[in-house]
């Protein structure tokens, strides 16, 4: 089951997915989280410090295979991949680094984004593994088909207008792709007021609301310390309204898993 989290810059897209992928991890799924920020800060947000993160390796573009049909995929087996180029976080979480540019001037990330999309899409053929991809604010990873192997898009949402409306440009690239499953998370919701904008704008869009994850100084006071928001604040709200969502995916994920089996039997 592969898991892209995206929408308007600060909306809480990194907050949510280091919290989710260990939360999944500590519930015994096998987790791999995807850095696709090419300003990469889910290491940290993991719990994994600036030493190990920043000597990082990114995963070299030599690793896709570019096929006329079903785009592109990887040279060697997804496993291996994984084990090489992913660096080992708290409760078991890999995390893999899409890249980010070396130097000023550099050119584009195609290769980068290629490389990602590819190990998606190998990434589908491991009935245990849930991947977690943090995406970048830029709806770039939608329009490259970066996304293109998800099963379920979770768009991060802060209840304001110009937020919203980001999401409901990803949510109309998602659906041209498409993604099989796209819902809305509300993050940051900090009254009645704001909680029913986000469900109005669900209702008006056809999109499922995945949950709803409330304003929580907890959450900047953790931020501000550089500590991952599970360690500062395991019983606190946001934690509460975020191991909710990883219930819905796990349940999604077994459902996914059993389909197959379902359908040969
Ligand atoms: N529920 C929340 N309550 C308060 N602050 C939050 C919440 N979720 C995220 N934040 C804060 O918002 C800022 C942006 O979060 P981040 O996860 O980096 O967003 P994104 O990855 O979407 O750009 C951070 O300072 C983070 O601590
Ligand atoms: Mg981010």
């Known amino acids: 089951m592969r898991v892209a989290l995206a929408g308007k810059g600060g909306a809480g897209k990194t907050t949510v997915s280091a919290t989710l992928c260990r939360l999944l991890a500590r519930a015994g799924t096998q987790v791999v989280a995807i850095d696709g920020d090419s300003n990469p800060n889910l290491a940290l947000a993991l719990g994994i410090d600036r030493e190990r993160s920043a000597g990082a390796p990114f995963l070299p573009p030599s690793l896709v295979s ?26 078991g979480v890999r995390l893999v680094l899409m890249g980010e540019p070396g130097h000023s001037s550099e050119g584009c990330l195609c290769s980068a984004h290629a490389t990602v999309s590819a190990l998606m899409g190998d990434l589908g053929e491991e009935p245990d593994t849930v991947t977690v991809i943090d995406m970048e604010a830029s709806p770039e990873h939608m329009s490259r088909g970066t996304t293109r192997n998800a099963d379920l898009l979770v768009l991060v949402t802060e209840p304001y207008y110009r937020s919203l409306e980001a999401v409901r440009r990803i949510a109309r690239l998602a659906d041209e792709l498409p993604i099989p499953r796209v819902g809305v998370l509300a993050n940051k919701v900090r009254d009645a007021t704001g909680a029913r904008a986000v469900s109005e704008f669900c209702a008006r869009h056809h999109l499922e609301q995945l949950g709803e994850v409330p304003w929580s100084e907890e959450v900047v006071q953790a931020d501000l310390a550089g500590t991952p928001l599970l360690d500062a604040a395991p019983d606190g709200p946001a934690v509460t309204a975020i191991s909710r969502l990883a219930c819905t995916i796990r349940e999604a994920a077994h459902a996914t898993a059993a389909a197959p089996a379902a359908q040969g039997g």
Do not use: I, K, N, Q
């Open 66 to 91: 570019r096929r006329l049909v079903g785009g592109p995929s990887l040279t060697e087996p997804v496993a291996e991949v994984v084990a090489r180029h992913g660096l080992a976080g708290p409760d």
